[in-house]
């Protein structure tokens, strides 16, 4: 029948769907579809295309009536029904009795004949929906027992934390014991609330067959799986780290008896984790009650044939035959990739046949709608404007479909074009009174601008279409809720019950009534088909209380919690009655055993410890009147603002990773300027304040006005000499990057750089034996610890800390401040497995992608050449910016981001073995106590494993030189993100250890005094790409006036003439070349001419060594490397009279060498370098580096002398 229908299909030239889709003619292209029909009506291309004629103006009752056509002349689970049932579930929803329209069809036995599983998915969907709104209990559990998918499973505790990194591991361990059961009534399996949050699941299901036999597998899911069949491998999905689809279809063989299918799957947060799976087999299969798995799970694969069925197996029938080319056929292949959910393939052939019929309505419609969807793989801006100059497009043409008029519309809000989008959405209104989606956006705008004639208008247009329309009538009883209209809200109720008797409107109107017995009866009466749903207990509970019946209140409210142990409200209700009935133990155990799933509820947090009757602070806790007082006679702080007289903070420390933190602060305003800053206090949000006032010199007190709900407080009253208390407590979670971590991104330090710190103690509190680790540095005493009731209190305590006075070229103050830390349960490893997950998400290639890495294999067959090739081509095309964590295919479209993500994904694609290293510069480490926390690495390198040697590149520029890496990093920590090594190493040193500034200069003296000269300046490593970059992008005058300020600094008054850039530089070089000339640069009688040293002075005693004596250490921190070269040409007539020189100085603290030499009677030529590797330079050493700087500035205290000839 099919190679009949082709064959009638090539005789009739494809003149039907030239006519709809070049010419946007859909009556004439009807006409024509309807002549292949009237020979063979049961054609699915034909069916499919009469239909698509109707689409346009969007849920008609045409396109209602069509879709019954067509489901009644083609056979049962026939490509063209599928078709017509998929298109219509967009629509469903806006078409009164929709169901109930294509009851018949719905009712008659499904055929087991037919392998079509998306269609007998979607016709089961329907059926319960008929069920639901008929009432029929009978007909839902029909429902189903039909729908043939596996929806009674067992759930295992989660395990893990980060799901790309902890997918690929074994969790033999599991705690089946502890499982949770899931029955999903709709098919769709959606973890239960005990397993929320990020990690890896595993659920496991058993069936019974009664022979071996083929069956065939239909799997959903968005994250990453692993299916076992009686514990051997089965399929791999792998979503979260592939662009792919998220619907796929296999068979394998299956042996008689009980079988168990196991799913691994990724969850990235709360409980997404969801997944379908549809078998369809030869006989009959009974689903079981799960229970825990018999077989252990092995890499031992069963195999597999991928299949497709329904429309997708229709067209890969056709594949080969002229058809398959066809307009049509392509536009449906891009309809199925938009059903299987890959996006990729959709959006290239929708725009392959968009570029084909660029008038075309019903293509550019589908591909409207794509780009407004939001492809993660593509810049968001450029598809709101491909989609909008479109619409624009088909607009002006005057033959506009109403579907892509309200598209239009919908971006003219978005860009706040309120006006232009009103007159579309009324010209909708006006041509199709009923237009639902018309009508619901135009009400959401007037609600959102205020526009009340519209929403009136609006309002009345949905009361006209009836009581019947369901859509209208949930749409009013939104807009009558907002208004509070309750006289409004029961008559919609009233009319919703009848038309959804399964719905909540039954249960809402009898609660509106005050008729709680009924509601509750309503809710028991419907709850038993929404196993998993807490609305029912819940709603029950609340009306039981309203009913006064508090001891079915409490047993609902247990219900709810059994059901889902994180439902906020159910647990708030139940542990009030449990502490007004005195049940203080359970009250707190509710509340652990909450606080263990949602560790990051700051509301319950601050509850336990309310309940727990003691802060654990009291020991410590400071009177600030006593603060205020000893501060009379201090001294106070000179030159600063505001002086801190306590800086006090104690932190209760639990085995979960949570904190309570304490702050106690008093501060004394100094200035003016001190009230204006401190006159704003900051709180950090959910935060508890104990205490928060201004007090003034006399003693009097002034409180803020208002300090709900509010994270800044103004302080209106404050004046110079008041104090300001301030208290507070925050609860804090376990880290972000660690769920049962500490966090600790935070230091407490004991010293400031512009103020006294009088008082300043931190105070841990964690329960004895607890593994708390200390850092510290430079603390000048020794921690205090005691223990009280089995808690241990550790004290660090400095009293009036002089302020650190800023010296030239110091170590950054953060290495000699005292400071101490704390971290607790995190380690290397899983710092790791936390940077694995974030950047496995955003490295998910594309097919474009692939197959450009595919081409560079062929290119370039060495790997080294096609490694130092890679690096060029995407670093080089890459506009740096500073979003590291871009979709690497936005990196790659947009051409601009952070190449780092990309081109390790790429090298990996191209055969490359390659991985991510973090880290951080020398300098930078040593400023910071080196816990393991996220934020302490802030450059990402490439690792790349080439056959004979490994090599770390730096992509975070462009034009580096491939395999260099910044010296300042050398030597400093690395965290390697190969979970097949250790975490930790240190950055390697490679290449060369300097990065070498260079000038050369030649400099003629003119008879007049004047000075013509030419110089060059040469620049290697990460300064040389900045260069290259920045002066790349100026134009010449900006040049030339950039290039004169630094050649001024020089030769005084000088004039740039030319500025030059190296047309070819070499990777990781620059290089400036520029002529100048000097007025009057020198005086000299007929007889003598004496000129002082012509390069600028060594800069390092200025920079290092100026100081006489000093507190603290010099630090270079980063290696100098200065190369000097100068030809000095004499005037005319005139000869250099000057004996040669050569001075070598070698230190401990580096080099210098400086060569003077006459090359003939004219010319004088100087060579200076000097070379100072990164150091710190102690004090008892700092009287001889300032002999080695002196020398430097004693060996070029020269002048240089001509004489006549």
Known sequence: MLYFSILFFLMTPDRAWEAMAKENQMLASRLQYEVTLKEDPQNDLANIGWFLTFTGQGPTVELLEAMKTVLGRVPEGAPAAEFVLVWMQAVREYIPDFEESIAEYLLSPVDHRIDNGSYLILKNQHLRQLAKLRGDESLYERAIAEAQTLNKWLFAPRVGQYAIPDFHKKWPNLDWQSATEVHSLTGTVVPPPQVNGPGILYAVTQFQTAKKQRMRLRFFSYQNAVLFLNGKTLYTHKLREDMGPAIVSFSFQVPSGTNEITVKTTQTSKRNGHFQI???????????????????????????????????????????????????????????????????????LLEELFEEYPNSQIIGGQLIHLYLDGLTFLPEDRLIGKAYAALERFYQSGQMFPENKLL?????????????????????????????????????????????????????????????????????????????????????????????????????????????????????????????????????????????????????????????????????????????HGKKEQAMKRLDNYLSLVPHDATFRQMRSHLQGETYFEPYRVDTSEVIAEAAGKARSIGADSELLLDQMMVRIFPDGSQMRYIHLVTRVLTKKGVDRESEVQLPPYAEILELRTIKQDGSIYYPEDIQNKNTISLSSLSVGDFIDEEHIEYVPPAFYDQDGLDGNMSFIFQGVDRIYHHSECVLIYPKGLDLQFLEKNFPGEVEKTTRNGLVYARWLTKDMPPLIPEPAMPNPGQIMPKISFTYQTDWH????????????????????????????????????????????????????????????????????????????????????????????????????????????????????????????????????????????????????????????????????????????????????????????????????????????????????????????????????????????????FTISYDFDVEN??????????????????????????????????????????????????????????????????????????????NSDKELEIKRVYQLPYQQIGLEKYPDFQTFCQDILDAEQLTFKAVKN
């Open 830 to 1069: 899983e710092i790791r497995d936390f940077f694995m997950h974030l950047t496995a998400t955003k490295m998910k290639p594309s097919q474009a992608l692939k197959a450009k890495a595919r081409e560079w294999v062929e290119m370039y067959p060495d790997p080294r050449e096609r490694a130092q090739f890679m690096y060029r081509e995407i670093c080089d095309a890459i506009e740096p910016e500073s979003q590291f964590y871009r979709n690497i295919n936005l990196t790659w479209d947009l051409k601009a981001g952070n190449a780092t993500l990309l081109l390790t994904a790429l090298y990996n694609l191209a055969d490359l073995p390659a991985n991510l290293v973090f880290s951080r510069t020398r300098a930078f480490e040593n400023t910071i106590l080196d816990a393991p926390y996220p934020d302490l690495f802030f450059r990402a390198f490439i690792q790349l494993h080439l056959p004979d040697e490994t090599l770390l590149l730096d992509a975070n520029r462009k034009y580096l030189k491939f395999g260099h890496i910044s010296p300042d990093f050398f030597g400093a920590k690395a965290l390697i993100l190969d979970p097949k090594r250790e975490p930790v190493d240190f950055i390697p040193v490679q290449g060369p250890q300097y990065e070498p500034v260079s000038a050369s200069y030649r400099l003629i003296i003119q008879q007049d005094g004047s000075l013509f000269g030419w110089g060059e300046e040469s620049f290697d490593g990460f300064l040389a790409s900045k260069l290259y970059t920045r002066y790349r992008e100026m134009s010449q005058p900006e040049r030339i006036k950039q290039v004169e300020a630094g050649v001024n600094e020089r030769f005084p008054e000088s004039r740039i003439k030319n500025v030059i850039l190296d047309e070819e530089p070499k990777p990781g070089s």
């Open 408 to 580: 239009l519309a919908s971006i003219l809000i978005q860009a706040r074009q309120t006006k232009d989008a009103v007159f579309l959405l009324r010209e909708l209104i006006e041509e199709n009174p009923g237009y639902c989606g018309a009508l619901e956006l135009l009400l959401a705008l007037s609600e959102q601008e205020k526009l009340l004639d519209i929403k009136t208008e609006i309002t009345q247009k949905l009361q006209l279409l009836g009581e019947d329309h369901p859509w209208a009538q949930k749409t009013l009883l939104k807009q009558a809720k907002r208004e509070g209209d309750m006289e409004e809200i029961k008559h919609l109720l009233a009319n919703l019950k009848e038309l959804y008797p399964w719905g909540p409107y039954e249960s809402e109107y009898f609660e509106r009534n005050n008729q709680y017995l009924k509601a509750i009866e309503s809710l028991q009466k419907h709850m038993k088909y929404s196993p998993e749903s807490t609305y029912y207990p819940y709603t029950i509970s609340k009306y039981h209380r309203m009913r006064s019946s508090y001891q079915e209140q409490y047993q609902w409210l247990e219900k709810t919690l059994a059901k889902d142990p994180t439902h906020h409200w159910s647990l708030k209700d139940i542990v009030n009655i449990d502490l007004y």
């Open 1081 to 1158: 640069w020198t005086e000299f009688d007929s007889h003598t001419l004496e000129i002082p040293y012509p390069l600028p002075k060594s800069p390092l005693k200025e920079h290092y060594s100026s100081l006489a004596t000093r507190n603290y250490p010099v630090e270079i921190k980063s290696p100098i490397l200065n190369q000097a070269h100068l030809i000095l040409h004499a005037p005319e007539g005139f000869k250099w009279d000057f004996d040669n020189r050569s001075v070598q100085l070698e230190t401990e603290f580096g080099s210098y060498q400086l060569e003077i030499s006459t």
């Open 278 to 348: 549809q078998l369809d087999s030869e006989s009959e299969l009974t689903v079981l009650e799960p229970t825990a798995p018999k077989y252990s799970l092995s890499d031992e694969h069963i195999p597999i044939e991928f299949e497709t069925t329904g429309l997708e197996h229709f067209l890969m029938d056709l594949e080969g035959t002229e058809l398959a080319t066809s307009g049509l056929c392509r536009f449906l292949w891009s309809l199925t990739y938009l059903r299987k959910k890959d996006y990729e393939p959709a959006l290239n």
